[in-house]
T-cell receptor, first 110, second 115 residues
Framework: ELKVEQNPLFLSMQEGKNYTIYCNYS?????LYWYRQDPGKSLESLFV?????AVKQEGRLMASLDTKARLSTLHITAAVHDLSATYFCAARSGTYKYIFGTGTRLKVLA | EAQVTQNPRYLITVTGKKLTVTCSQNMNHEYMSWYRQDPGLGLRQIYY???????DKGDVPEGYKVSRKEKRNFPLILESPSPNQTSLYFCASSFGRLADTDTQYFGPGTRLTVL
C-alpha cells in the first residue's frame, strides 16, 4: 500500500533563506506531483515529475525526484513572503489512485 | 475559462439528511475524483472515475456514493451524513492520460458541516 510522508509539517523561515521540503513514498509510483494551497483556497498544480533524476524549476521553486530512494524534494531559493502557503506532494498508485502527503505549511517572515 | 465548479460552496446540514454536492468541468477531461481534506491528514481520495459509467473507490469511500452519467459531471452523494463527514471537499479532474503535463485541476471546495 502506497503511503506518502512529508516533512517538515510546519516551516517558518526568513525571507532570503533557502530551504527544502521532503516527500518520501513507500512503494513504486510512476509519477510525483507538487501542489500549492493558499489559505482558504483550492489546490494549484506546481510540478509533475515522471522519471528518476527529473528536475523542474519555476521561479524560486525547484522540484526533483529520486525514484530509487523514493524521495522527492521541493527546494525554495531565497524565499519571499508570496511563497507562504501549504505545499502538498502526491504520488500516483497504479493509474488512477492518488495518495497525498499531509502537507507542509510554509510561512515566510519578512 | 477552463474550470472545475462545485456547488454548494458551503453547507450546514443535520445527521441523516441526504445531500448531493455537484461537480462539473468544462475541459473534456476523462478523469474526475473527489477528495476530502481534514487538518493533519492532507487530502484523501474518496472516489474516482476514469470515464462515463466507470467509477472506483479511493481510500475513504465509506458513507459516500458517486455517479458518472455524463463526462462533465461527477456528483458526490451522502445518503445519510454523519458528523464525521464534516470536512472540506474537493472535486478534481484531468485528462487521465500519460502525458507529461497531465495533472489534476481542482474545484474551489465545498465546506460541509454535519450537525
Amino acid at each position: 500500500e502506497l503511503k506518502v510522508e512529508q516533512n517538515p509539517l510546519f516551516l517558518s523561515m526568513q525571507e532570503g533563506k533557502n530551504y527544502t521540503i521532503y516527500c518520501n513514498y513507500s512503494t513504486t509510483s510512476d509519477r510525483l506531483y507538487w501542489y500549492r494551497q493558499d489559505p482558504g483556497k483550492s489546490l494549484e498544480s506546481l510540478f509533475v515529475l515522471l522519471s528518476n533524476g527529473a528536475v523542474k524549476q519555476e521561479g524560486r521553486l525547484m522540484a526533483s525526484l529520486d525514484t530509487k530512494a523514493r524521495l522527492s524534494t521541493l527546494h525554495i531559493t531565497a524565499a519571499v513572503h508570496d511563497l507562504s502557503a501549504t505545499y502538498f506532494c502526491a504520488a500516483r498508485s497504479g493509474t488512477y489512485k492518488y495518495i497525498f502527503g499531509t502537507g507542509t505549511r510554509l510561512k515566510v517572515l519578512a | 475559462e477552463a474550470q472545475v465548479t462545485q456547488n454548494p460552496r458551503y453547507l450546514i446540514t443535520v445527521t441523516g439528511k441526504k445531500l448531493t454536492v455537484t461537480c462539473s468541468q468544462n475541459m473534456n477531461h476523462e478523469y474526475m475524483s473527489w477528495y476530502r481534506q481534514d487538518p493533519g491528514l492532507g487530502l484523501r481520495q474518496i472516489y474516482y472515475s476514469m470515464n462515463v459509467e466507470v467509477t472506483d473507490k479511493g481510500d475513504v469511500p465509506e458513507g459516500y456514493k458517486v455517479s458518472r452519467k455524463e463526462k462533465r459531471n461527477f456528483p458526490l452523494i451522502l445518503e445519510s451524513p454523519s458528523p464525521n463527514q464534516t470536512s472540506l471537499y474537493f472535486c478534481a479532474s484531468s485528462f487521465g492520460r500519460l502525458a507529461d503535463t497531465d495533472t489534476q485541476y481542482f474545484g474551489p471546495g465545498t465546506r460541509l458541516t454535519v450537525l
